[in-house]
C-alpha cells in the first residue's frame, strides 16, 4: 500500500499549488492514501472548514493538525463533527476534536494518531499518550504517527520508541524538510519533518518582511502568505499490508 505523507499546507498559495499538483501525484506514484497537515491552511494561520475542504476536494483522505489547530474558532464544530481531520492526541480531553482516526480501506485497516510535542508546546506527554492511542487502534494493520513538534532529538526519539509497533512515523510543524527518511530497525519508515506546502520565497510559508519586522521590534504581526512559485513536500511510504511495515520511503520536493 502506498502511503502519502504532506507537509504543512501553509495558506492559499499552499492550497491551490495542492489542488494543480497532487492528482498528478496520486495517479504518478499509485497513491492509495493520502493524509496532509492542514493547521495553516487557512489564509494567515489555522485551519477553516473552508480550508479544510478545500484540502479534501484536492484529493487528500485525512487531515492531521497541531498547535495551531484552535486559532479559528470556525473550525471547532467541524472538529467533533468530522472522523477526517483530527488535533494532536495529547491535547486536554475536553477540547474539540479527537486525536486519532480510522480509515477502513476494505482489506486494511488504516489507524492515524497525530500529536504534539513538549518542546516550546503545550499538552500531555506524547509518549504516555501515544501508548493509549495504540489501544485504541490496535485493530488496525497499518498504524501512522504526525508527530507535530519543534524539536529533533524529541522526533527521533518517538521514532524508535515506537519502532516496530507502528507501519510509519513523520514529523510535521517545522516547514523545513529533513532529508533523513529511513527505514528503522524493526520496520518502522521515519523522517524527521514533512517540509510544506507552499510559496518557496517565504519565511515557513508567510512575507519575508513581516517575520523581520517582528524579530527586530518584538512586536505583533499579521502574518500573510507569500505570493510567488510553490512547492510540495512529503514523503511516500510503501506499507506490506500483512506486516503493517514499511518496505520502501521516497522523499518528494516538487517545484513549479
Not at 32 to 52: L, R, V, W
Not at 143 to 155: M, Q
Amino acid at each position: 500500500m502506498i502511503i502519502l505523507t504532506i507537509g504543512d499546507v501553509v495558506g492559499t498559495p499552499g492550497c491551490e499549488y495542492l489542488r494543480k499538483r497532487l492528482p498528478t501525484i496520486k495517479k504518478q506514484y499509485g497513491v492509495d492514501f493520502c493524509i496532509a497537515n492542514g493547521e495553516n491552511s487557512a489564509a494567515g494561520n489555522g485551519i477553516t472548514p473552508q480550508s479544510a475542504d478545500s484540502l479534501f476536494e484536492c484529493g487528500v483522505d485525512l487531515i492531521t493538525t497541531g498547535n495551531h489547530v484552535y486559532r479559528r474558532r470556525e473550525i471547532y464544530e467541524r472538529l467533533d463533527t468530522c472522523r477526517d481531520i483530527i488535533r494532536p492526541a495529547n491535547y486536554y480531553a475536553g477540547n474539540p476534536g479527537n486525536g486519532f482516526a480510522v480509515a477502513d480501506m476494505g482489506s486494511v485497516k488504516i489507524g492515524v494518531i497525530n500529536l504534539a510535542g513538549n518542546a516550546f508546546m503545550d499538552g500531555d506527554n506524547p509518549f504516555i499518550c501515544v501508548d493509549k492511542c495504540l489501544e485504541e487502534i490496535k485493530d488496525c494493520r497499518i498504524k501512522l504517527v504526525d508527530f507535530h513538534a519543534e524539536a529533533t532529538g524529541e522526533k527521533r526519539a518517538l521514532g524508535f520508541y515506537l519502532d516496530g509497533r507502528v507501519s510509519a512515523v513523520f514529523g510535521t510543524h517545522t516547514h523545513v524538510q529533513t532529508a533523513d527518511e529511513q527505514i528503522l530497525p524493526e520496520g518502522t519508515g521515519y523522517i524527521t519533518d514533512l517540509g510544506m506546502t507552499g510559496t518557496v520565497q517565504s519565511v515557513l510559508g508567510v512575507t519575508p518582511q513581516i517575520i523581520i519586522n517582528k524579530l527586530k521590534t518584538n512586536m505583533p504581526s499579521r502574518f500573510d502568505n507569500n505570493e510567488g512559485e510553490c512547492m510540495l513536500n512529503g514523503c511516500l511510504f510503501e506499507i506490506d499490508r500483512q506486516s503493517g511495515k514499511t518496505v520502501s520511503i521516497q522523499r518528494i520536493n516538487i517545484r513549479g
